[in-house]
């Protein structure tokens, strides 16, 4: 496997920070085993955890009012590979990745499924694009695409998500995600009831192409660009949906796509209950679709949410299998670092939800200990398992600080040579 950062630098890295990271490894392992947890199972829980990049999330996204491009950004799907190829290379964490079509569209399939695997990297869920218009495109997306009155609008939609699964298919996905911004800003503009009518016609033909091991991922979100009433605007409507499409059909959580205060851990309860929980998209949020990186605002729902997740896992094993992608838009930051801090968080949330003491929470849930069983929860919460992650990092060849060990590779400078800004490119758009 062709490596991005020289794998030396990664081991010159690791060695300075080796002896103490064994020093904090050994201090938690002996805490842990005071709590009756073996530290040995959390890291190799660890290793094994995958969290999908998404391509468009290499590039500097942008806000409705501008985008401050930064420097040496991937000028194409290639470049982006090994952007991703350098997150997965250092935090072991990140081995698929997530294409958006068609910005990440080309002809020659394999060289970029040939590139992927070069870099140990997989084609997770590909996404579909039916929120702008392309160049050359027939029918406007305006007033709407999967919902749109005009059937030849509607077939352009479908058959577009017809070509995202046979591209996904000749890289190796197994599911597309299926987001719609159709809605409505104002009252009346819309038969509300008709809109989903047609949405439910159009998503019928597109899940009649699926190949039989694939899923159609549907995400919903609360607004944006419709500001009055959109589609596919909650859980409720997506699961009604998938339901009604069979069994292929999930829905995919997108983290910042709720009200504020929304319990989100209890929506991935009630999917995971019906068996209709696809995946997620892993972000934070303030106050709606901010897109800021994982972890960054509201740790503990991040933990939260994965609390529900082990609780689905125990109850049914290796059948459980959630689709986990990234979906972020770096605007300050170098998105390589982004994503990897991301990635990190949410293998924390996951680590620390794997902590969870289930046999004293549900103990103290069925004595109507409520101060106990919150106490349980906040009890794995307050744990530092950094030297966990750490570890499982060094273990599985990524480096003990990734932000660090990229930053002193000097990638950054490369690639910004490498890639001289085109003038008036604009790339990512956020979903
Ligand atoms: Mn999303």
Redesign the pocket.
Known sequence: MSTIIDSGRVAEHNDKLRGGLEEDYAALAGMLSRRGVDIEQLTAKAQKFAVALPSWGAGTGGTRFARFPGRGEPRNVFEKLDDCGVIHQLTRATPGVSLHFPWDKVSDTQALRQQAEAHGLYFDAVNSNTFQDQVGQEHTYKYGSMTAISAATRAQAVAHNVECIELGNALGSKALTV?VGDGANFPGQHNLRGALERYLESAREIYAALPADWNLLI?HKLFEPAFYATTIADWGTSFACAQSLGEKAKCLV?LG?HAPNTNIEMIVARLTQFGKLGGF?FNDSKYGDDDLDSGSINPFQLFLVFNELADAAEREGAAFNPAYML?QSHNVTDPIESLMSSAVEVQRAFVQANLVDRDALRGFQESHDALQSAQTLKHAYRTDVSAILAMARLRNGGAIDPVACYRASGYRDQVAEARPAKAGASSSGI?
């Open positions: 987001w995400e997108d796509h998209h979906d979903v």
